[in-house]
């Protein structure tokens, strides 16, 4: 049997309808069976601040870390807002 290769996902629209979100279960759903593909949420994290990431950091850091240093690779799925801007 072939090796099992872990991969983080990381969404980058916290919408619950989010475009972003169908794309990456359906390409969990998609991938080979030697790619485990898990969605790493994103939305607990609190804006990074190096002053609270000490010796004991926010519990949403540690589980963020863990679960993406765990994988072998991680994957980004992130929207792409091209001339979104209307002109005036």
């Keep these: 049997m072939s ?3 872990t991969i983080a996902v990381l969404v980058g629209s916290l919408r619950k309808q989010s475009i ?3 794309v990456a279960l359906a ?3 998609l991938a080979p069976a030697n790619l485990q593909l ?7 994290l609190p804006l990074y601040n190096e ?3 000490g010796d004991s950091p926010p ?3 540690s589980t963020f870390r863990k679960q993406v240093s765990s994988s072998d690779a991680v994957l980004f799925v992130t929207p792409e807002y091209n001339r979104s ?3 005036r």
């Design 3 to 5: 090796k099992v290769y």
């Design 20 to 22: 972003n979100r169908k």
């Design 27 to 29: 390409l969990a759903e």
């Design 38 to 44: 898990n969605i790493v949420e994103i939305g607990d």
């Design 51 to 53: 002053d609270i990431d």
């Design 59 to 61: 519990a949403a850091y």
């Design 85 to 87: 801007c209307r002109p």
